[in-house]
């Protein structure tokens, strides 16, 4: 199944000008340059929706897009990123968090990681948060083209290990090669209730 339109609706710095919510919605979550951008594009099989950046913390805003009318794809600024003033990081988190405790129709909300790095104590405050919302998510470990196939396994263990969540719901994926994207778009749309 393919994307036809999409839509870019509208960037949201503030919480108060967030969309009234309607169509059902996935998110994407991550720390800065995991490649939440990159990954929005390879799900959709589209080069240039999100904007990708190899400055770590260039998406700033709630960036969202409609798909074929039917559900709402969200971009969240990237946040941990340390080079950002406390004052810039305290506001995105203010908006991301605005966001995801809003009564909103959210029925995935993606977890991305860089398969390559050590789960360090931002990652774990990042998942505590996700469980603690109680909503249905996902972990995307990204960038495995840069992992040696044989570094693969004991990667995710340490992952797993961190996550504690069903190994189902953990996917590897390369938005450079394009290995794994079609498993992750297949469990958005049976999120969203989609053949
Ligand atoms: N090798 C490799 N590079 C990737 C992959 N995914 C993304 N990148 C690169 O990682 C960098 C960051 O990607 P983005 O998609 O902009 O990351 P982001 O999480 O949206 O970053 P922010 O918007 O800053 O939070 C870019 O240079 C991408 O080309 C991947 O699977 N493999
Ligand atoms: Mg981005």
Same mark, same amino acid.
Request: glycine share 6%.
């Given at each position: 199944?393919?994307?036809?339109?999409?839509?870019?609706?509208?960037? =949201?710095?503030?919480?108060?000008?967030?969309?009234?919510?309607?169509?059902?919605?996935?998110?994407?979550?991550?720390?800065?340059?995991?490649?939440?951008?990159?990954?929005?594009?390879?799900?959709?099989?589209?080069?240039?929706?999100?904007?990708?950046?190899?400055?770590?913390?260039?998406?700033?805003?709630?960036?969202?897009?409609?798909?074929?009318?039917?559900?709402?794809?969200?971009?969240?600024?990237?946040?941990?990123?340390?080079? =950002?003033?406390?004052?810039?990081?305290?506001?995105?988190?203010?908006?991301?968090?605005?966001?995801?405790?809003?009564?909103?129709?959210?029925?995935?909300?993606?977890?991305?990681?860089?398969?390559?790095?050590?789960?360090?104590?931002?990652?774990?405050?990042?998942?505590?948060? =996700?469980?603690?919302?109680?909503?249905?998510?996902?972990?995307?470990?990204?960038?495995?083209?840069?992992?040696?196939?044989?570094?693969?396994?004991?990667?995710?263990?340490?992952?797993?290990?961190?996550?504690?969540?069903?190994?189902?719901?953990?996917?590897?994926?390369?938005?450079?090669?394009?290995?794994?994207?079609?498993?992750?778009?297949? *469990?958005?749309?049976?999120?969203?209730?989609? *053949?």
């Amino acid at each position: 199944m393919n994307f036809r339109e999409i839509q870019f609706v509208k960037s =949201v710095v503030r919480p108060e000008d967030l969309p009234v919510p309607g169509l059902p919605e996935v998110a994407f979550l991550g720390r800065s340059n995991v490649g939440k951008s990159s990954l929005i594009n390879a799900v959709l099989g589209r080069k240039k929706i999100a904007r990708v950046s190899s400055t770590p913390g260039f998406t700033r805003a709630l960036n969202f897009f409609r798909i074929d009318h039917r559900f709402l794809v969200v971009d969240l600024p990237g946040y941990g990123f340390a080079r =950002v003033p406390p004052q810039v990081q305290r506001s995105w988190r203010r908006l991301v968090e605005g966001y995801l405790s809003a009564p909103r129709p959210l029925r995935l909300l993606i977890l991305i990681f860089d398969i390559r790095r050590e789960p360090d104590p931002l990652d774990r405050g990042l998942l505590g948060y =996700v469980k603690s919302l109680e909503r249905p998510f996902i972990a995307v470990l990204n960038k495995i083209d840069r992992l040696r196939k044989g570094e693969i396994p004991r990667a995710r263990k340490r992952w797993e290990a961190t996550l504690e969540i069903p190994p189902e719901e953990i996917f590897l994926t390369s938005c450079r090669t394009g290995e794994g994207i079609l498993p992750v778009k297949f *469990r958005i749309l049976e999120a969203l209730k989609i *053949r």
